[in-house]
């Protein structure tokens, strides 16, 4: 019954399957890994992974905070993307060897404000980076917008694309601040559909306001040239340490961002649902299997797809399934179609998205629960803003532990001054569970008890 297919699924999975299409492809690109080779690791995500995960929320596919990993891999086997599908094959191995032992019990020592940081790190990321997008500055990076000269920034600016973006921005917040937000519909799907329609009419009449080719999805057409664009794993590398090493690291990297986000994921589940991190280990080292084995990036649960599909109304996995099929459709028979859709639209939706991530109220909250709550949410925010998203959880994880340290060891035991006939009598009473973390409150406690005063020690706890 949970995973009864709704009408909301099916407008899910179209939606995140529209913002899954750029990331798929911008994401190989970043990584160095060729182009298809991203919406493979999408398709996989959403089909294999879907139909084996336990998440309701959760969507699967090439994710950004791996990046740094596959470049550092592909650096050391001197480019060879044959090779590197080994890694994520093996690697694949070592997660289903993680479900079977039961090691996602990790998630649970993830502190809620570490998440919290994470979701509004990847929010703010969302923002910076897909500015440029929406304004139809494809042709730059984020960090090359602010640079840029007012010359090149007019030459480089697409005017159709930012009309298109700008639009879309206001629909879609427009339509979510209105009554027919309690529509089926969701904005997200509204908005990507009038934005093509938009262009189409715009290129149909001549017009020079059309948005220009490098601001549409550009997909490469499998059909006509597969020998081309797809690679499959060279097995003459199975003799090469390299494969070993970096099938660990991609393992330990890829598990600990699926657990994260997962946790994330779940947080953002309307129907507040729990999802099993052991079973999801499993179902992610089965996908990265079959990923690398014809030809895919690794894949792991992506957090921003994740929140895409929760706040256009998921019920169940059956809309990270529709996204995969609808991949896998689009590259096969659907290529023309796609590429008419305007970048700029898209990024709105991930702006959008990222909004409600980094949303100003979540930072009021959590300031709200004091200093040892906000602490640790702003430095793991920060950290991955300045390192990346591995680097700066483990930052947020220790900075987050060490004010549990802290607190454990003020914490825990207490001290009574009691009055009786014959003197004061100090009694020293433990908590249920007593360890070295307790210690210098219990020194504390002890050099406060003067000579010759009667002192009690109640373990009754």
């Known amino acids: ?97 993680f479900g079977v032992f039961k090691l996602g019990f990790f998630a649970n020592f993830i502190p809620n404000n570490v998440i919290l940081g994470l979701l509004a790190a990847i929010g703010a990321i969302l923002i910076v980076t897909q500015l440029p997008y929406l304004f139809g500055l494809t042709d ?10 007012p010359d090149t920034f007019i030459q480089k600016f697409d005017a159709g694309a930012a009309l298109i973006g700008l639009l879309s921005l206001f629909l879609i917040l427009a339509w979510d601040s209105s009554p027919l937000k309690k529509l089926a519909l969701p904005s997200a799907l509204i908005a990507v559909v009038l934005a093509a329609v938009f262009n189409f009419v715009l290129i149909s009449i001549g017009s020079s306001w059309a948005v220009q080719s490098n601001n549409l999805i550009q997909l490469p057409n499998i059909l006509q040239a597969p020998e081309e ?15 070993y090493t970096g099938a660990i690291t991609l393992a330990i990297v890829a598990s600990l961002e699926t657990l994260l986000n997962l946790e994330a994921a779940d947080k953002l589940d309307p129907q507040k649902r729990s999802s099993p991190p052991n079973r999801e280990l499993w179902a992610q080292g089965a996908g990265n299997i079959v990923s690398g084995l014809i030809g895919g990036m690794p894949v792991t649960s992506v957090i921003v797809r994740s929140s895409v599909n929760a706040n256009t ?14 991949l896998l459709l689009a590259i096969l028979f659907f290529v023309p179609l796609m590429n008419m859709i305007p970048l700029s639209a898209l990024a709105a939706i991930l702006i959008v998205t990222g909004f409600k991530l980094t949303h100003p109220k979540l930072f009021k909250q959590l300031y709200q629960k004091g200093w040892r709550q906000f602490l640790p949410f702003i430095i793991t925010l920060v950290a991955i803003l300045l390192t990346d998203l591995l680097t700066g959880i483990l930052v947020g994880l ?31 009473e433990l908590p249920s569970q007593v360890t070295f973390l307790n210690r210098s409150a219990l020194i504390s406690a002890l050099e406060h008890v003067h000579k010759d005063q009667q002192l009690i020690i109640d373990a009754t706890q």
């Not at 730059?140 to 000269?149: C, L």
């Not at 664009?229 to 494969?243: C, G, W």
């Not at 109304?313 to 609808?326: D, E």
Request: with cysteine; charged share 10%.
């Open 1 to 97: 019954m949970k995973n009864r297919f709704h009408v909301n699924d099916l407008l899910s999975g179209v939606v995140v399957f529209l913002v899954a299409l750029p990331l798929c492809l911008g994401i190989a690109l970043a990584s160095g890994a060729p182009i298809i080779s991203g919406i493979i690791a999408g398709i996989v995500g959403g089909i294999i992974v879907g139909l084996l995960s336990g998440s309701h929320i959760s969507v699967s596919g090439p994710a950004a905070g791996l990046t740094a990993v596959i470049l550092v891999q592909l650096d050391q086997l001197g480019g060879n993307y044959a090779a590197f599908l080994l890694c994520i094959v093996f690697a694949g191995i070592l997660q289903i060897l």
């Open 140 to 149: 730059f990076s984020w960090k090359e917008v602010w640079t840029a000269t």
């Open 229 to 243: 664009v797809l690679v499959f794993p060279d097995f003459s590398y199975l003799a090469e340490p390299l494969i």
């Open 313 to 326: 109304g998921a019920r169940s996995k059956c809309s990270t399934i529709i996204h995969g099929v609808l």
């Open 398 to 428: 220790f900075t987050s532990s060490a004010f549990i340290l802290y607190g454990n060891f003020n914490k825990g035991v207490r001290v009574y001054k009691e009055k009786h006939l014959h003197g004061i009598v100090t009694r020293i």
